[in-house]
């Protein structure tokens, strides 16, 4: 069975699109996915610090095609996404610890989803406890003991070590996938590449 690790940060546009499309790719094929909270900020700092610049001094041209291409996409998802967010960029460090203490509980996806559309459609404010609670509620986790497993010793090294290791694996941004250890895939538009990997 082949193996897919899905790198990814919450605070991503294109991440959420991924997220949402790779799930039936890997149903059908029967691949094994591998999930990987990051902190998508700590790989820009290290290895693409130009993306601040593309924020701070945007070409009109390409911010305007960037937001029809990123609804479209939306529309073929069957998602909501609101861009910018009230709240953009958004800090992310305790959704994304949060999402390894749900993975602990065996709900990252649910937890995931239910984080992505509180900050892609509803315009919440990920970075607060309080939205967090509702996230967790909305998949089916006790939010304080999620919070409170957030910030133990534990978690915060495991997100450090994922966002370590996509880095050392070349990895530049969310999302990050590999296919079997070693063939790396970029962006949201990859998947059917993806898919054939898979199959092969």
């Known amino acids: 069975m082949a193996t897919l690790e899905f790198f990814f940060d919450c605070s991503s546009p294109w991440t959420y699109l991924a997220f949402t ?19 998508v900020g700590g790989v ?50 305790l959704a994304m610890r949060c999402a390894l203490a749900a993975q602990d509980e065996g709900k990252v996806v649910e937890f995931s989803r239910s984080c992505f559309e509180a900050y892609w459609s509803d315009g919440q404010d990920i970075s607060l406890p309080e939205i967090i609670k509702t996230v967790c509620a909305q998949a089916g986790l006790a939010g304080d003991r999620i919070l409170e497993r957030s910030q133990t010793p534990g978690i915060k090294d495991r997100l450090r070590a994922n966002t370590d290791d996509v880095i050392a694996r070349g990895g530049f941004g969310s999302p990050t996938l590999f296919v079997n250890g070693s063939d790396m895939y970029f962006g949201n538009d990859r998947m059917e590449l993806v898919e054939a990997a898979l199959r092969r």
Do not use: H
Not at 62 to 89: E, N, T
């Open 44 to 93: 820009f700092n290290a290895v693409n610090r130009d993306v601040y610049e593309r924020r701070a001094n945007p070409d009109p041209r390409k911010a305007a095609y960037s937001a029809k291409d990123l609804q479209d996409w939306a529309r073929l998802a069957g998602v909501k996404i609101i861009m910018p967010p009230p709240v953009f960029p958004v800090r992310a460090t």
């Open 21 to 39: 499309r790779i799930q039936p790719i890997v149903a059908r094929v029967g691949a094994n996915i591998v999930w990987k909270p990051i902190l």
